[in-house]
């Protein structure tokens, strides 16, 4: 088990960045894969991203590839998600999640989720 904590979310203009940061607590965080997720007022969560326990695997929904950056630094058990480019359609609150082993790209595979950040673009 791993507890999550995500920080970094905020208000920002079109065409600006956030960095949002998911601490994670517990010895085993290089073991677990992580993933990105959204959720917009009155939709599903949305898979956004995700990196494997080696940061070697790295997936993205196609409406963020080329402006948002998954990674992970293993030495401060932090998963990071950079967003750049930013537009009104990426307002969510995003949570991270993690799961032991192989990455996955739905949340019904992660057991283990933060308890969000909003983020809010305005057009």
């Known amino acids: 088990q791993v507890q999550l904590v995500e920080s970094g979310g905020g208000l920002v203009q079109a065409g600006g960045s956030l960095r949002l940061s998911c601490a994670a607590s517990?010895?085993?965080?290089?073991?677990?894969?992580m993933g990105w997720f959204r959720q917009a007022p009155g939709k599903e969560r949305e898979f956004v991203a995700a990196i494997s326990w080696s940061g070697r695997d790295i997936y993205y929904q196609d409406s963020v590839k080329g402006r948002f950056t998954i990674s992970r630094d293993n030495t401060k058990s932090t998963v990071y998600l950079q967003m750049n480019s930013l537009e009104p359609e990426d307002t969510a609150v995003y949570y991270c999640?993690?799961?032991?082993?192989?990455?996955?790209?739905?949340?019904?595979?992660?057991?283990?989720w933060g308890p969000g950040t909003q983020v809010t673009v305005s057009s």
């Open positions: 999640a993690a799961r032991p082993g192989l990455l996955a790209l739905t949340s019904d595979s992660y057991d283990n």
């Open positions: 517990g010895r085993t965080f290089s073991s677990y894969s």
